[in-house]
């Protein structure tokens, strides 16, 4: 992981400080519009959770204010008149029989057909969402409720009456021929389903929970789903001991918004806080989850494509340094490298060629002004005196029966006449001949101990080919081959024509070189790199012989350490029409 950080944070090119740059960039905004975005979505889904718990509040305060002017009504239908409470008590104490006799004798004198079942069976058919009515008086130690499924009644006994919804009103009862006096109480209960409708569904999901409260404290309605026993009993205590919000411990968990009806009611509306940040955080970490996954996206993608590109400036660069330190002919692989870096590998391999060839121009220059140079040595000395002199010492040589010293004297005359006429050419024979008077002089120096052969074809004496071709191979085996401490000491020059080719050899019995040395000697040959050299060795004649026949030329050496050394020179037919 070290090892990888320190990749990433390496500065070698302007490149990777980019990447770096845009990569430290591209997370901290990324991050800011993450913040933003959570805290932005945080304060709508606040507000919007905020706006049903008003909305809430104020659809509950209309809804009561709507069921208690029919409560007004409903109240209406049993004390109007003093015939009709009179009716309703007679009804609640009676038996069945007496207040059948009751209402018949009310008829017969009256006219008027007043029955409290009938009251309450129109009562239920006319609205629909009333599920109980129960009627209490001061006076009875039991009430009547009464239900759709019966809405004649029953008699409950108690004074304290329950109700089965949710959601029920209260009225009290005043007595007709004295409206401050209070002789009972009317209840009726409304279905719960028709308060909230489907918004009661979305706000139990939403962790909003909502309460209606009488003046008393006695809960009248309530909502919720969420909130533990304890919690609703600790509500109820507080507005049965007509404390007002702040609601003590329980605003430490839920946002509390209160509205106070026109007819002493207190609505509460409670939206818990734990609902409401698990919705904001688990909103926030969706956001957090998704944006991290696209910025590693982005990173990988965005390393990829700097790494791609890094390294092949990389490669650029190594291949510049090793120009710089001299090897003109790197050339740098342009088959995955694009746009402006392919233009710039591509000018810099034009580059490098341009500098060989400039080399190798140099290189040629340089040999024409040695050729130049000896040339202007060579004209120095008249070269007919040189022979004249020569030719006077071979004949007094002779003059005085010394044979031996006129024919060494003949040879090394005859090699310089070789080496100071002007001609870049030559024919295969008169540079073995040439090779042959070079070997007789050794000869002369270490009598016995030298043995030399030349064979060649017919065909191949008018052989044209660049002067000095073979002597430098001779004289490199009298320089490093030959042992002068043995008398078997021998070289032969084979010139012969098989399979289309023209081979000529040189090779010798000498000391040879080991295997390394020899593909030393091949790799350098091999490299086609032109090089300044101040000797006329074997790179020297590869170089002329490669330059003078170009593809129909070829070299092979071997060579065994102590076994000897050979040379072929390989030519195709086709030279011999040259």
């Known amino acids: 992981?070290?090892?990888?950080?320190?990749?990433?944070?390496?500065?070698?090119?302007?490149?990777?400080?980019?990447?770096?740059?845009?990569?430290?960039?591209?997370?901290?905004?990324?991050?800011?519009?993450?913040?933003?975005?959570?805290?932005?979505?945080?304060?709508?889904?606040?507000?919007?959770?905020?706006?049903?718990?008003?909305?809430?509040?104020?659809?509950?305060?209309?809804y009561t204010q709507e069921k208690s002017s029919l409560m007004t009504d409903i109240l209406g239908e049993f004390t109007n008149s003093d015939r009709q409470f009179e009716t309703l008590r007679n009804y609640l104490n009676l038996s069945p029989a007496e207040y059948f006799d009751y209402t018949n004798e009310v008829y017969r004198t009256t006219g008027e057909n007043i029955f409290v079942?009938?009251?309450?069976?129109?009562?239920?058919?006319?609205?629909?969402?009333?599920?109980?009515?129960?009627?209490?008086?001061?006076?009875?130690?039991?009430?009547?409720?009464?239900?759709?499924?019966?809405?004649?009644?029953?008699?409950?006994?108690?004074?304290?009456?329950?109700?089965?919804?949710?959601?029920?009103?209260?009225?009290?009862?005043?007595?007709?021929?004295?409206?401050?006096?209070?002789?009972?109480q009317l209840f009726v209960a409304f279905d719960d389903s028709m308060v909230l409708g489907t918004q009661g569904n979305d706000n139990l999901q939403k962790g909003i929970n909502s309460f209606i409260y009488s003046s008393n404290g006695q809960?009248?309605?309530?909502?919720?789903?969420?909130?533990?026993?304890?919690?609703?009993?600790?509500?109820?205590?507080?507005?049965?001991?007509?404390?007002?919000?702040?609601?003590?411990?329980?605003?430490?968990?839920?946002?509390?918004?209160?509205?106070?009806?026109?007819?002493?009611?207190?609505?509460?509306?409670?939206?818990?806080?734990?609902?409401?940040?698990?919705?904001?955080?688990?909103?926030?970490?969706?956001?957090?989850?998704?944006?991290?996954?696209?910025?590693?996206?982005?990173?990988?993608?965005?390393?990829?494509?700097?790494?791609?590109?890094?390294?092949?400036?990389?490669?650029?660069?190594?291949?510049?340094?090793?120009?710089?330190?001299?090897?003109?002919?790197?050339?740098?692989?342009?088959?995955?490298?694009?746009?402006?870096?392919?233009?710039?590998?591509?000018?810099?391999n034009q580059m490098t060629v341009s500098i060989n060839d400039y080399i190798e121009d140099i290189y040629t220059l340089e040999i024409k002004q040695r050729d130049a140079h000896m040339r202007a040595l060579q004209s120095q000395i008249n070269p007919h005196f040189l022979y004249n002199t020569l030719e006077y010492i071979r004949m007094y040589a002779l003059s005085r029966q010394q044979e031996e010293l006129a024919d060494v004297v003949y040879a090394f005359s005859a090699l310089l006449r070789n080496n100071t006429t002007q001609e870049k050419t030559t024919t295969l024979q008169q540079e073995?001949?040439?090779?042959?008077?070079?070997?007789?002089?050794?000869?002369?120096?270490?009598?016995?101990?030298?043995?030399?052969?030349?064979?060649?074809?017919?065909?191949?004496?008018?052989?044209?080919?660049?002067?000095?071709?073979?002597?430098?191979?001779?004289?490199?085996?009298?320089?490093?081959?030959?042992?002068?401490?043995?008398?078997?000491?021998?070289?032969?020059?084979?010139?012969?024509?098989?399979?289309?080719?023209?081979?000529?050899?040189?090779?010798?019995n000498g000391k040879g070189i080991d295997g390394k040395q020899l593909s030393a000697i091949q790799g350098k040959l091999a490299d086609r790199e032109v090089e300044l050299q101040n000797s006329i060795g074997l790179k020297n004649v590869h170089e002329r012989l490669r330059g003078f026949y170009g593809e129909a030329y070829q070299i092979q050496l071997e060579s065994t350490l102590w076994q000897g050394f050979k040379v072929t020179i390989v030519l195709a037919e086709e030279v011999l029409l040259k």
Not at 143 to 158: D, I, S
Not at 439 to 466: C, F, G, H, N, W
Not at 492 to 504: C, D, E, F, M, P
């Open 432 to 508: 073995l001949d040439f090779c042959e008077k070079y070997v007789y002089l050794y000869q002369m120096r270490y009598p016995d101990k030298i043995a030399y052969i030349v064979t060649i074809e017919e065909s191949l004496k008018e052989l044209v080919i660049p002067k000095f071709a073979i002597q430098p191979l001779v004289e490199n085996y009298f320089v490093h081959g030959i042992d002068y401490g043995r008398n078997d000491n021998a070289i032969s020059i084979k010139a012969y024509r098989t399979a289309g080719k023209i081979y000529i050899q040189v090779s010798d």
């Open 117 to 184: 079942p009938t009251t309450l069976s129109r009562l239920f058919n006319a609205h629909g969402e009333i599920t109980e009515i129960a009627i209490r008086l001061e006076e009875s130690n039991h009430y009547l409720k009464a239900t759709k499924a019966r809405p004649q009644g029953v008699e409950v006994q108690g004074s304290s009456v329950s109700m089965d919804e949710s959601l029920y009103l209260i009225r009290s009862i005043y007595s007709p021929g004295n409206l401050t006096q209070v002789v009972g």
């Open 219 to 348: 809960r009248l309605y309530s909502n919720s789903s969420r909130m533990t026993e304890k919690e609703l009993t600790v509500l109820d205590e507080q507005m049965q001991q007509g404390r007002q919000v702040p609601l003590g411990s329980l605003e430490k968990d839920y946002y509390v918004k209160e509205i106070e009806s026109r007819e002493d009611r207190t609505i509460l509306v409670l939206l818990s806080k734990q609902v409401i940040w698990k919705e904001i955080l688990s909103f926030a970490g969706m956001i957090f989850f998704f944006g991290f996954l696209i910025i590693a996206m982005l990173l990988l993608v965005l390393h990829r494509t700097f790494k791609r590109y890094s390294s092949q400036v990389r490669n650029i660069v190594k291949a510049t340094k090793r120009v710089s330190q001299g090897n003109f002919k790197e050339q740098i692989d342009t088959t995955n490298v694009q746009q402006e870096l392919k233009e710039i590998a591509e000018s810099i």
């Open 1 to 62: 992981m070290k090892a990888k950080l320190s990749a990433f944070f390496k500065r070698d090119f302007l490149i990777n400080q980019l990447m770096q740059l845009y990569s430290i960039l591209l997370v901290l905004v990324s991050v800011f519009i993450m913040v933003t975005l959570s805290i932005y979505t945080g304060i709508e889904r606040f507000h919007s959770s905020w706006q049903m718990v008003e909305n809430t509040g104020v659809q509950l305060d209309n």
